[in-house]
């Protein structure tokens, strides 16, 4: 146990739906970090928060994507208008800021979308 | 723009036998390498590496730097059919992790 947690473990919505994940990551990590990862492929970054300040975002990520971290503890990643390109397992991780390397893996959530 | 090569992108050996995982990156700011092993679920750490020359070891598997020729490896030795999954290799460039496609390994009895 990682000690990230995520919800929903899975999630099958139709095509033009909105929907939202949320992770809690580790409670003294002040990263956190959002990848996606599609079948066959290593998970790609897609955007990570220092506390509530969100630092990078990548630029693979359309408008339709966005995440916040209101209170610099759990982190939310909306994709509006989903498409079935957006079929994919999102990740969560976290870290602490100086240590990059060791972040730390929820289980992540399944999308399907249909 | 960064990126992380693995090779190749599957293997399937008998039990036993011995593989080597390769890894060339070009990450921007390098830090450390880092192996993962991934069994259709989030990812698990096996190693970090950030001196080139020295082998990090733990049981069958050992993995080296080169930082020279920015390219790593990674070894199993009397591969187990537990060693089954796909083996991630990823750059950390300070703020984030670039990872490659990764490569499927498949141990059989």
């Known amino acids: 146990d990682t000690g990230v947690s995520q919800d929903p473990r899975h999630k099958i919505t139709k095509r033009g739906q909105n929907v939202t994940f949320r992770c809690d990551p580790i409670?003294?990590?002040?990263?956190l970090y959002w990848y996606r990862q599609t079948l066959g492929q290593g998970p790609e970054f897609l955007t990570y928060?220092?506390?509530?300040?969100?630092?990078?975002k990548s630029r693979l990520l359309s408008d339709r994507f966005s995440a916040e971290r209101p209170k610099g503890s759990f982190s939310t990643l909306e994709i509006q208008r989903t498409e079935q390109g957006d079929s994919a397992m999102y990740l969560c991780?976290?870290?602490?800021?100086?240590?990059?390397?060791?972040?730390?893996f929820g289980p992540g959530t399944r999308l399907t979308v249909l | 723009e960064d990126k992380v090569v693995q090779s190749p992108l599957s293997l399937v050996v008998h039990e036993g036998d011995t593989v080597t995982l390769n890894c060339s990156y070009e990450v921007t700011n390098f830090r450390s390498l880092l192996w993962y092993k991934q069994e259709k679920k989030a990812p698990t750490f096996l190693f970090m590496l950030t001196s080139s020359g020295i082998e990090k070891k733990s049981g069958r598997l050992s993995s080296i730097l080169d930082k020279k020729e920015l390219f790593s490896i990674l070894n199993i030795t009397a591969t187990q059919t537990g060693d089954s999954a796909v083996y991630l290799c990823?750059?950390?460039?300070?703020?984030?992790?670039?990872f490659g496609t990764g490569t499927r390994l498949q141990v059989f009895p």
């Open positions: 928060f220092q506390n509530e300040a969100q630092l990078e």
């Open positions: 409670s003294e990590h002040n990263r």
């Open positions: 990823a750059g950390d460039n300070t703020d984030k992790l670039i």
């Open positions: 991780a976290s870290s602490l800021a100086a240590q990059t390397h060791e972040q730390f």
